[in-house]
């Protein structure tokens, strides 16, 4: 039987007949561009879940910006009000008999669907989740609030490690994902170039260049790897391939992919979808963060209390030189 959580908090409060029910404050989208804190009461643990203390999320400047504005296209568990995110960070409060998990351990959370009638869409930011342990990933202590970026770490991972997959040779975006994806590339002995319109991203690399398009004159490109989100882009990625090369769609893309048939048709094309990462990704991603081979350093450039969240994510969406947002449930309102 799961011990009851006897220690009063921000995250629990008395309820009736004797035992505390389980609440946390949680990002709730109401409606689109309509955000703020809410108290929910949380599911009752079971003897797999852990209960985790979240201490930090993350902010998704492409899946959650979509949610925010109402631009996310048909997906399953779509609906309002939700809570969003799923780069969650904490320590284990309360762990199931058959969770896997141990009280006091800090883990990775990629969400949870524990706020009763109210969605989580991915439900990883709150102050506290209920989660099964197998969703569950514990992290390294020394990365601190870096662990956020595992889950795009490993979606970075995903879409470089598919069987017989090409070196990836031009990656296009140097946000947080396409550092991510250079980053990994260059652990793999690859070197890809980067493309980047904004100047001011335009640093920060390391073992790889970036350069703006318009200075790149080179179309024999075996692979490309876009981490921008831009649907328009397709047909001019397509130039850019050397016959029979890949184009892989990494990002999240909200408007139709459309691309003129004729210069796929003469380079014999493909194009590769990236879906989201599996836990061998993520596991990947851990274990070489952990020896010092992937650094995840210098990608978190904003920070914020939880308690101005409706402010932090107003930043981490129209902010140009905010690559990361990170919330801290630590800091008391």
Partial sequence: MNPVVD???RNSEPATGGRRQLCAQAVVLEAPRCL????????????GDVVVDIEWSGISSGTERLLWSGR???FPGMGYPLVPGYESVGRVRQAGASSGRRIGERVFV???RCFGPVRGLFGGAASALVVPGARTWVVPEQLGDRAVLLALAATARHALAAPHAPPPSLIVGHGVLGRLLARIAVTMGHAPVVWERNAARREGACGYAVIDPDADARRDYPSIVDASGDASLLDTLIARLAPGGEVVLA??????????FPPAFMREARIRIAAEWKPEDLAAVIASTASGELSLDGLITHRSPAYAAPAAYRTAFSDAGCLKMVLDWSIAR
């Fill in 7 to 9: 220690t009063p908090d």
């Fill in 36 to 47: 703020d804190l809410r108290d929910l009461e949380l599911d009752p643990p079971g003897e």
């Fill in 72 to 74: 996310m296209p048909p």
């Fill in 110 to 112: 990629p969400g949870a």
């Fill in 251 to 260: 990002g999240f893309y909200s408007d139709p992919l459309i691309f003129d």
